[in-house]
């Protein structure tokens, strides 16, 4: 499943950010969030494609945040 769509997340992310080491992060996170969550999302009838695109977005902000809290560029 990674293999399958850690490019649609890389994509988002590095569309996002423009930074490829927080693009790699974010992938990252999401796929262990999708591990984390994957038991309550069987039961859902949401494609899964959309639910990783909203996560990989969602976390490109989060990590984008971060770095700026720690004053990094």
Known sequence: MV???A???FGV???RRG???LAEEAVRNVFADLARKAPALA???RP???WLH???VYES???LRGKSATGKK
């Open 3 to 5: 293999e399958r769509y």
């Open 7 to 9: 490019g649609l997340v």
């Open 13 to 15: 992310a590095l569309q």
């Open 19 to 21: 930074d490829r080491p």
């Open 43 to 45: 039961g859902t009838h």
């Open 48 to 50: 899964l494609a959309a």
């Open 54 to 56: 909203r996560c990989a």
């Open 61 to 63: 902000i989060t990590l």
